[in-house]
Every structure is written in structure tokens, then in C-alpha cells.
């Protein structure tokens, strides 16, 4: 009789094959799995300068105007947009002196002087400016945690009803930012107000012509001309970096906070996603582009290399020009 014997197992061409297509299969679900958690990192993203913009729409049925982009304690509009983001216990807590006497962020409950220490000094058990708020955070940039420093506020100004520095004893108010142990324990925010172009002359000779919703003067709806469609509200700051040097705890990733006042439309957008390692540019850590929202509440993507007159344009509230984003 004619046995036949069966085999059990692979040979090792037959495992390496396996593992072979085992590998390829990978190669082509990993960049899938990618573009997937990017595609709903973008969407998220969308969500929350969504959430930002009704938040200032309901502020200004409220107030009957927009908050301002920064006061004169250098307190920028989301910061007042807290309880229609439904933060009021987060507002309530954040110090805003009446009569201003001081930035914001001298105010010891709000956050701990400078010392260059890492360790954060207690009590308060949470200082005015340290509560997390996810819809102010970007999936797809910097994790807050690995956030080495904090931009307190960005206005641009001199001689402007901004120049508040004579008020201030002669401090100035221009990029600021936070030294440790305050860098450790402020909120982080990825998106910031539009100031546009407020202070200089764009090159058509009118100084301030493109300048954008956020501004020291009270903005109401109806006062952005150019149409709530063409007109940038809110965009994300997430890509921002800055470089005190080698070794110091503060070089590196850059945000904002939720008292931080508005950005411009001075610079173009970051159009290296970070590797530019500027700290004045709108710009995110998507690919190909960043989130904007309009006026009206809509939200879309900019191609990182837009046009530098298109941006301007669409920074501006009332300069008589208008563009379509899309």
C-alpha cells in the first residue's frame, strides 16, 4: 500500500510570501488610516472655529456690538466670548480689573509672575487663565502639552486708540509672551480674532483701509461692508514657533491663549506648517492649507500660498473690496 504523507506548516518561502503581503497590505492601510485622521482632524478643526464664530454672533445679540479685539488691559475677544461658549464658570474665575490698572496677565490671579521656573507655584488652585477649553484647541497641531510657550498678545500699534502704553507707566503692548512658570500652566488656543490690516498703509496710500473685525474700537455686524461672506472673522494660529535660543524651556511650538488679542494680516500665512519657525503668521499643521471663518458664520480652507492681495482683502471688514474665499 501507497502511503501518502501529509505536510503541516509553511515552508519558509511560503512564511516569507505571507509576511510579504502582510507588509504590503500595511504599506496600503497605513496611509489610509492617515488620511482618514487627518480628513476628521480637518473636520474638527471646522467644528470648532464654527462653534467660535456663533459664540461671537450671540455675544454681539447680547451686547449689541462684537467684543473688542483687545482692551485696554490687552483682554482679546474670545476671552469675553467665554460664557456663550458655554464657559462662565471659566470667565467668571478669569480677572478683568475695572478700572484697568494692568495687563491681564500682571494680575497674580490670573497667572504666576515669571521666575524662569518650571514649577508652578500654588496656591490658587487654578489661576484665572489656566482652564483648558477643547473647541480652542486644533487636533492636528501640537499637543497643549508640548506647547513651549504661550503669545499673550499681538497688537500691533503706536500712535493708534490702541497706544495705551503712556496709561501703563510706558510698557509697551506689542508681541508678548509668557515667561515660565506662567508658559506651563496657560490654556492654549489655535485660533485667534482678524485685525487685518489696521495701523499702515497697504500700498493704496489709505492707512488702516484693510483693517479687520477685531479692533479697539466697538464693531458692530452691520459694520462689515464688504459683506459677512468676504470677510475673515476668526483663523487658526497653530503653527506658530519661536526661538529664544538653544537650551532656553521657551524655544519652540507657539500658541495662543483665550485672552490673547487678535492677529493681522501684515505677514501672509505660514506656508512651511511650522518649519518657517515665525511666530506672527496665521498658518496650521495641516496639509496643503488653514481654516478660516467668515462672517457669516461659514467656515473654509485657504490654500497656505494664497494670493497676498486676496488676504488682505479678506481680512478686511470695509475697504470696498470684496473676494470670495471659496
Known sequence: MIRIRRRSGFTLIELLVVIAIIAILIGLLVPAVQKVRSAAARLQCKNNLKQITLAAHNYENSNQRLPLGSDVGNVGPIAYMLPYLEQDNVFNNFV??????????????????????????????????????????????????????????????????????????????????????????????????????????????????????????????????????????????ASGWVNFGAGNVLTGDCAGTFASGPMYTYWPPDSSNGKAQVWYEFGSKHSGGFNVSMADGSVTTLNNSINYTTWVVLGGMADGVVVNPN
Open 96 to 237: 478683568i480689573l475695572n478700572p484697568w490698572d494692568r495687563y491681564w496677565w500682571q494680575v497674580p490671579a490670573n497667572r504666576p509672575g515669571s521666575t524662569g521656573s518650571t514649577a508652578v507655584p500654588r496656591p490658587p488652585a487654578i489661576y484665572g487663565g489656566e482652564p483648558a477649553i477643547k473647541t480652542l484647541i486644533c487636533p492636528s497641531a501640537t499637543s497643549p502639552q508640548a506647547v513651549a510657550t504661550v503669545l499673550l498678545v499681538a497688537p500691533q500699534y503706536n500712535g493708534s486708540a490702541w497706544s495705551v502704553s503712556a496709561a501703563f507707566g510706558g510698557l509697551s503692548a506689542g508681541f508678548t509672551f509668557s515667561g515660565a512658570p506662567g508658559s506651563v500652566v496657560l490654556n492654549r488656543s489655535h485660533y485667534m480674532g482678524m485685525a487685518g490690516y489696521p495701523l499702515f498703509d497697504a500700498g493704496d496710500g489709505v492707512a488702516g483701509k484693510y483693517a479687520g473685525i477685531f479692533r479697539p474700537q466697538p464693531t458692530k455686524i452691520t459694520d462689515i461692508t464688504d459683506g459677512t461672506s468676504s470677510t475673515i472673522m476668526f483663523a487658526e494660529y
